[in-house]
Every structure is written in C-alpha cells, then in structure tokens.
C-alpha cells in the first residue's frame, strides 16, 4: 500500500482524530508500560497520535489548527533516506506540502542526530480540505517495496476488526469486538469496560492518561 492508496481511504481530520485517541486508550489498558499507539494533547501548541512497534518502524499524526500532518518512517522500505548515501529524501516525498505544515518537517523528534527529517511517507490534510493528499509524482521503487503507508491502515473504516486482528497478533490475546466499538464511539469508560480488556487495571489508575489523551470520562 502507497501513500497515494492509503490518502484515498484516510477518513476526515475529526474522525482520523477520533480513532487516534480510541487506539491510544486501547492500547493504555492493555499495555500501560510500552504502548504500541499513543496520543499526546500537549505536542507544543499542537496534538499528536504516535506509533512506535520497537522494531525502527513508526508513524505519527500532528494535529494543528491548519489540519493533519502524518510522518510515516519504515526502517526496511528502499525509501528510506538511509538508503541515500548523501541521507536525501526519496524524490517527490514533499513536493507540495503546504507552507503551514513545513515546521513538522524541521520537528526534531522526526530528524536523525544531525537534524535532517526522515521519513518514508508523507501525507496531509489541510482544514477544511476534501481529501488526503501527499507529494507529487512519486515514483516508487520497482521492486514493489512499500513506504510504510499501510501502518496506517488500522485506522480506516473497519478500525474494530483491525485492533481485534492487531491484539491477537501482537499481544496474542482475544478481546471482544463490542468492547473494542465502545471505545471506538467514545462513551465514557466504566471499570467493568476497563477490566474486560485487562483485569489488572482499574479505571481509576486512568485518571491521568484519560485527561491527557482527551477522553471522555464517566461522571462520578
């Protein structure tokens, strides 16, 4: 999957958020010490979905009041700047980024120790904007190698199924899809919903993260 396929089926900036944060709450109950997906609403000014599988391959969205900006990163992909002897950029990879979004390309936390971004995808959405969009006239390698653009899939319209497939695949455990949709939709979290996905955590223990991810709580 190419960034051009996956900017196709990307939903809208709210909902993408929406997901972002449900993946971050899924993933705070079931592993609280290493997270495979987190969501920070105090990236500077800005909020950010982060994924990391501790393997050299991660992918984050910033949200801004210009819109979404996603920074894509797979270490094996041929286009990778590693694979660069000078470290440059796979051509075309942001041609046509909006001024608004350029700041993300200098984020220090998407360089390398000498400061120049990596990335193996790019992609936006400014606010207010139709669709999805990434750099112009990328031509990708002949070898079918990817640009890591389907890391973002868990996040498309069947996102339930997908963290069901993901748990049991990563975690090697079962949970239950309507567990899954009631964290997806956003209602308020109950200790029962809490337990259901992990037995040793308790809803109050979320207290924290739940603020800080920006989900809804139960009233008390």
């Not at 992918?59 to 992909?77: K, L, N, P, Q």
């Not at 590693?82 to 984020?107: H, N």
Request: with cysteine.
């Amino acid at each position: 999957m190419s960034a051009y396929e996956i900017a196709a089926q990307l939903p809208a900036v709210d909902v993408l958020r929406g997901r972002c944060r449900a993946l971050a709450v899924l993933e705070r109950i079931v592993d609280s010490s290493e997270p495979y997906y987190a969501y920070t609403s105090t990236w500077g000014d800005d909020e950010a979905a982060l994924m990391s599988n501790g393997c050299g391959d991660e992918w984050a969205v910033v949200f801004t009041a210009d819109g979404a900006f996603i920074r894509v990163f797979d270490h094996e992909s041929e286009m990778s700047p590693y694979c660069d002897p000078d470290r440059e950029l796979w051509p075309g990879l942001v041609d046509g980024l909006p001024a608004v979004f350029r700041p993300q390309v200098e984020e220090p936390a998407f360089s390398d120790g000498e400061g120049r971004f990596v990335a193996t995808a790019v992609l936006w959405r400014l606010a207010g904007g139709d669709r999805w969009c990434a750099g112009e006239g990328i031509a990708f390698p002949a070898d079918d190698s990817t640009d890591g653009s389907g890391m973002l899939a868990i996040m498309l319209d069947d996102i339930v199924d997908r963290y069901v497939e993901f748990a049991e695949d990563y975690y090697e455990i079962g949970v239950d899809p309507a567990i899954v949709a009631h964290v997806v939709a956003h209602r308020p979290l109950t200790d029962a919903v809490v337990r259901a996905l992990n037995p040793d955590v308790t809803l109050a223990e979320m207290q924290k993260d739940l603020a800080a991810i920006g989900y809804p709580m139960a009233a008390r």
